[in-house]
């Protein structure tokens, strides 16, 4: 099928974030075939007015803590008490209800323009940690609830071994809820990624290991190595919080960076999650080793952890994620990003808005290189943002890359259509319309 659609306003790359007027592309077989520009619409082709973007990567979610929002923002404590609540939502999950969930959480993102997730994956097994007939059974809800959405999914399959390391280089085994993430040892983590089979074209599958907390040195150095000898994009939490590097020094005489880097974990194909408490030296490593770095400022706000180097850490690419889904809006995450980092530095300015859109759109630290890009040969992923809403009112249009990533948000999102096809239209999810409630639905029964 030939679809033709003539945006108003598009950022088809532009280092600064300049938009280009008169943008009509050409979709056939879930590609974008031309790209052409012309003043007005030609007859035949559909009008996008306002901005048309590239499709967003949410490139770090955890889906089941979507169950969390509303429930444990106002109530203090730290990273370590807000844990808690978290594992109590992951110990009521099955695949059922794992589906329904996920599925809500990925409508949710795709009604905010997300055309990609990666999924930070360890609810793994049953209750005590007893494997499923089908080992993957919680994942293989992941990849069915993106299906149904609409939206790709990469399923980072996470390695997670230990309950965690105390800031005197005491290792602790798995227990209660976490037994659920345990594989027993790497090696049979790595039998059981094995065992999925995924299709490639809408779901693939990703390896993560979950910290230096979860795994020792000699652990990480496997998965780094299974990751690489299977092509798969690698993810890992580092630095998030203080106390990790602590713990980390104490036990291994080595930050977490340093511990990657050691392990050979660090690379072109890895992104490291938060990287928020950085040394000099970490710094260095990061930028020499080309390694993503995934930025979630709501849930880095939300938690207290901190303000990431960011400024510093170019040019190391960055990518973002919603993580704990405190909300779903990567115009948020994006201006986030800046915002944080003026805060940090007390000057504006850092990160222009095509570097924001770039983080927002970086699909290939999912896998997806084919991604992220309105080009000839690109999967035909599109975001349509108006002007004309009481948010975006008075926008000068030729700056609309900097209006919407400065001042838009999840809900000024009209049409979305991800691999040629249309998901959302004028703000609804074509194939979920009643995500809202079912959504509704399955949280409350996760409290009952």
């Known amino acids: 099928m030939r679809t033709r659609l003539w945006a108003e306003w598009a950022w088809t790359g532009a280092a600064d974030g300049a938009v280009e007027h008169g943008v009509l592309l050409t979709v056939e077989d879930g590609r974008i075939t031309a790209l052409t520009r012309t003043p007005e619409p030609p007859v035949g082709a559909e ?3 306002g901005l048309t973007l590239p499709g967003l990567a949410n490139a770090h979610s955890h889906a089941f803590h979507r169950a969390l929002r509303g429930r444990t923002h106002s109530d203090g404590g730290t990273f370590w008490t807000w844990r808690r609540a978290m594992y109590r939502v992951a110990d009521r999950l099955d695949p059922e209800t794992y589906l329904r969930l996920a599925r809500g959480a990925y409508a949710e993102m795709a009604l905010a323009g997300v055309t990609s997730v990666g999924e930070f994956h360890y609810l793994h097994h049953g ?16 990849v069915e609830a993106a299906r149904q959405a609409g939206i790709r999914l990469t399923l980072l399959d996470v390695c997670y071994l230990a309950g965690g390391l105390d800031t005197d280089g005491t290792r602790h085994p798995l ?33 993560a290991a979950h910290s230096v907390r979860a795994l020792t040195p000699e652990d990480l150095a496997v998965v780094a190595a299974t990751a690489r000898d299977r092509g798969l994009p690698l993810h890992v939490h580092v630095s998030e ?19 990657l880097d050691g392990a050979g974990a660090l690379g072109p194909g890895t992104t490291l999650v938060h990287a928020t408490h950085l040394t000099d030296t970490d710094v260095g490593l990061v930028r020499g080793s080309g390694s993503t770095v995934c930025l979630c400022p709501t849930t ?3 938690l207290a952890d901190g303000l990431p180097r960011t400024g510093d850490l170019d040019p190391a690419p960055l990518s973002l994620g919603s993580d704990q889904h405190a909300r779903t809006d990567l115009f948020a995450e994006a201006r986030g990003v800046e915002l944080h980092e003026r805060l940090r530095t007390h000057r504006r300015g850092n990160l222009d808005t095509g570097a924001l859109l770039r983080a927002a759109t970086h699909h290939a630290s999912l896998g997806w290189d084919d991604a992220g890009a309105l080009r000839v040969g690109a999967r035909a992923d599109l975001v349509n943002v108006p002007l004309d809403g009481i948010g975006l009112a008075g926008s000068p249009p030729e700056r609309a890359a900097d209006a919407v990533v400065f001042a838009a948000s999840a809900a000024d999102v009209r049409h979305v259509m991800a691999d040629g096809r249309w998901v959302v239209r004028a703000g609804t999810h ?19």
């Open 47 to 49: 009008t996008l007015q």
């Open 127 to 142: 209750a005590g940690g007893a494997p499923y007939s089908d080992p993957n059974a919680m994942g293989r809800a992941l």
């Open 175 to 207: 227990s209660g809820p976490q037994l659920r993430f345990g594989d027993g040892d790497v090696h049979r983590w790595a039998d059981r990624l094995d065992l999925l089979d995924l299709d490639g074209e809408h779901a693939r599958a990703g390896a």
């Open 241 to 259: 919080q203080p106390d990790e590097n602590t713990a980390s020094l104490a036990a291994h005489g080595r930050t977490p960076v340093e511990v």
């Open 300 to 302: 880095e706000r939300d």
């Open 430 to 448: 074509l194939h979920l319309p009643d995500a809202a409630e079912d959504l509704d639905t399955v949280i409350k029964e996760l409290y009952v």
